[in-house]
T-cell receptor, first 117, second 116 residues
Framework: AQKVTQAQTEISVVEKEDVTLDCVYE???????LFWYKQPPSGELVFLIR??????QNEISGRYSWNFQKSTSSFNFTITASQVVDSAVYFC??????????????FGTGTRLQVTL | GAVVSQHPSRVICKSGTSVKIECRSL??????MFWYRQFPKQSLMLMAT?????????EQGVEKDKFLINHASLTLSTLTVTSAHPEDSSFYIC????????????FGPGTRLLVL
């Protein structure tokens, strides 16, 4: 069975601070996808990134960066110089990568990030 | 782009009535759509997988006769909550799976259902 753990329930930072959201996963599959989604107060989930299990290169997109460590089954997300608009709930998710499957997502419980002035 | 819409965004209904929620992929075709339910301050719970032209696949514990899903076209899936009761009040979110990047689901804005 697949499992995603986001141990940090809530994080509060002051604007311009860097913050890292942790994500640890469990799966028996050898190939899989990892995702991060952002859910602002409006409720809509916004896709941030998809990482293939065989691609361990870290990725940077503006103030966002992701650190994928297959050896420790972690896929952590760092926001540099956080802004108030980053306040949201962030979900890490995992899906299988088998051909012919529906690619169901297994979500973590989410981390609520509060960025204050 | 990958835009998914949901309608209505908010609905209040009386106990015993049925409510239909529409999910549309606006700029891509989706053979597979998903329906989730989210309670306040909790994660998303997958209810069912909707496949175009075939029956939906429901997760364990989800009543298929209560939550009717129809995926009539490559851009539209509907969820009907039949004989709604107050315990069905929740935030319902749909997603549509795009071919590329493979496996990625794009989510609609959600529908808040309140059953009185």
């Amino acid at each position: 069975a697949q499992k995603v753990t986001q141990a940090q329930t809530e994080i509060s930072v002051v604007e311009k601070e860097d913050v890292t959201l942790d994500c640890v996963y469990e799966t028996r599959d050898t190939t899989y996808y990892l995702f991060w989604y952002k859910q602002p107060p409006s409720g809509e989930l916004v896709f941030l990134i998809r990482r293939n299990s065989f691609d361990e290169q870290n990725e940077i997109s503006g103030r966002y960066s992701w650190n994928f460590q297959k050896s420790t089954s972690s896929f952590n997300f760092t926001i540099t110089a956080s802004q108030v608009v980053d306040s949201a709930v962030y979900f890490c998710a995992l899906s299988e990568r088998k051909i012919g499957t529906a690619s169901k997502l297994t979500f973590g419980t989410g981390t609520r990030l509060q960025v204050t002035l | 782009g990958a835009v998914v819409s949901q309608h209505p965004s908010r609905v209040i209904c009386k106990s015993g009535t049925s409510v239909k929620i529409e999910c549309r992929s606006l700029d891509f075709q989706a053979t597979t759509m998903f329906w989730y339910r989210q309670f306040p301050k909790q994660s998303l719970m997958l209810m069912a997988t909707s496949n175009e032209g075939s029956k939906a696949t429901y997760e364990q514990g989800v009543e298929k006769d209560k939550f009717l899903i129809n995926h009539a076209s490559l851009t539209l899936s509907t969820l009907t909550v039949t004989s709604a009761h107050p315990e069905d009040s929740s935030f319902y979110i749909c997603s549509a799976r795009k071919t590329e990047p493979r496996g990625t689901q794009y989510f609609g804005p959600g529908t808040r259902l309140l059953v009185l």
